[in-house]
């Protein structure tokens, strides 16, 4: 099993900028997909960013240029670094894993980030 926890989410105004961090703990070793999602209160869960294990990246149409996914391998963390936040990117966020055992895929408890002024 593969254990998820996100941190990093908070109140932030217009235009600011945020850093979400997601440590994997576990069979970490069979991980080869993370992703981060966020679900914003009456809509349904959508892709922010994700990343394989051969570094390809992926990213929603709404934070292509402001958002940035990275990881850390030898922390098994990974990263969001969002920028140029909007009142429309407030929702939980959620960190996802998918490993290598049968497609399994795990989900953080989501940190909520909030846009405001």
């Known amino acids: 099993q593969v254990q998820l926890v996100e941190s990093g989410g908070g109140l932030v105004q217009p235009g600011g900028s945020l850093r979400l961090s997601c440590a994997a703990s576990g069979r970490t070793f069979t991980i080869y997909y993370m992703g981060w999602y966020r679900q914003a209160p009456g809509k349904e869960r959508e892709l922010v960013a994700s990343?394989?294990?051969?570094?390809?990246?992926n990213y929603g149409d709404s934070v292509m240029g402001r958002f940035t996914i990275s990881k850390d391998n030898a922390k098994d963390t990974l990263f969001l670094q969002m920028n140029i936040l909007k009142p429309e990117d407030t929702a939980v966020y959620y960190c996802?894993?998918?490993?290598?055992?049968?497609?399994?895929?795990?989900w953080g408890q989501g940190t909520w980030v909030t846009v405001s002024s």
């Open positions: 990343v394989n294990s051969d570094d390809i990246t």
């Open positions: 996802k894993a998918v490993t290598r055992e049968g497609g399994m895929a795990y």
